[in-house]
């Protein structure tokens, strides 16, 4: 089918800040922080906490996302800690409740997260609904947003690629809003870039594609989309060289966001050039 040029080409011009310069570009904002990577990383599926060090340094993430159920952040204090080769001071933790399934649940966990981060604030929201898919439920979701933020929780909420659902997210109060691209850990790529594009248009706090990444294309294309940036994990740890991936994960958003600031020319069957003689001298 083709594509609407007209709106795809509008969609992606650069903002009136971006006009005023080529290579200045305004910083990640979220939860009144400023980030200068685009990129955020996962902890999980590492062969050991040494290629996770490895591979977050060379992806280039500040924000970097935690398993409270998975991960050891100091419940077990004769054990490694995540902490030790990620430290709080250097990355921004957001810790999230993987793994589930009710709104108790996930409050639950993220309530957990604070206590061992010393009152660290910013959490990841998910809560699933299906374990095939690991696709959220959005009515849990809901549920569980309204009760974090009502306890002064700075919420980064991860939900599906619906547009109402991420405007009304945006409206209660969550700093970032995650639409998925793909199903978690599919690898499939950016399946759903007309809805991405709406939930951007209509964004009124940062979009971030969480899910779905599989190669360093499908990070540029998001970014060229126009979201403010992309959280990953399966991606880069499950690479045959994961901080050869990260490495490129990093170039990729790089390289997205600056051809979104840009403006990307329309899409056309074929060139509308001027007539072949015009300028010609004889």
């Known amino acids: 089918m083709q594509e ?7 969609t992606q011009s650069p903002t009136q800040s971006d006009q005023g310069s080529q290579n200045a570009d305004s910083p990640l904002v979220i939860a009144g922080r400023s980030y200068r ?14 290629q996770t060090r490895l591979a977050t340094e060379a992806a280039g993430a ?3 996302t935690v398993a409270i159920r998975r991960s050891n952040i100091g419940q077990n204090p004769d054990e490694p800690s995540l902490l030790d080769v990620l430290p709080p001071d250097r990355y921004t933790i957001l810790p999230n409740p993987a793994g589930c399934f009710t709104a108790d649940d996930a409050v639950r966990t993220c309530r957990l997260a604070r206590e061992l981060l010393d009152g660290h604030n910013l959490v990841k929201l998910e809560v699933l609904g299906d374990e095939k898919t690991l696709f959220p439920d959005v009515i849990e979701t809901l549920k569980a947003a309204e009760t974090l933020l009502a306890d002064g929780f700075d919420v980064m909420v991860y939900t599906n690629d619906d547009p109402i659902l991420a405007r009304r997210f945006g409206e209660m109060g969550c700093c970032a809003v995650m639409p998925l691209a793909a199903p978690i850990g599919s690898g499939l ?6 809805n991405i594009l709406s939930i951007v248009e209509e964004a009124s706090v940062p979009i971030l594609v969480d899910a779905g990444v599989g190669t360093a294309s ?9 979201c403010d940036g992309v959280l990953m994990n399966t991606a880069i740890a499950g690479a045959r060289d994961p901080v050869a991936m990260a490495r490129a994960m990093r170039l990729a958003i790089e390289a997205g966001r600056l051809a979104y600031r840009a403006g ?8 509308s050039a001027s007539s072949p003689i015009e300028g010609t001298f004889f």
Request: aromatic share 6%; glycine share 8%.
């Open 189 to 194: 790529g950016i399946q759903n870039r007309w």
């Open 4 to 10: 609407d040029t007209q709106t795809l080409s509008s």
């Open 218 to 226: 499908d990070a540029a294309i998001a970014m060229e989309l126009g």
């Open 62 to 64: 500040e924000i970097v």
């Open 264 to 271: 990307r020319i329309p899409r056309k069957r074929y060139a």
């Open 37 to 50: 990577s685009r990129l955020l990383t996962g902890t999980g599926k590492y062969s050991d906490l040494e």
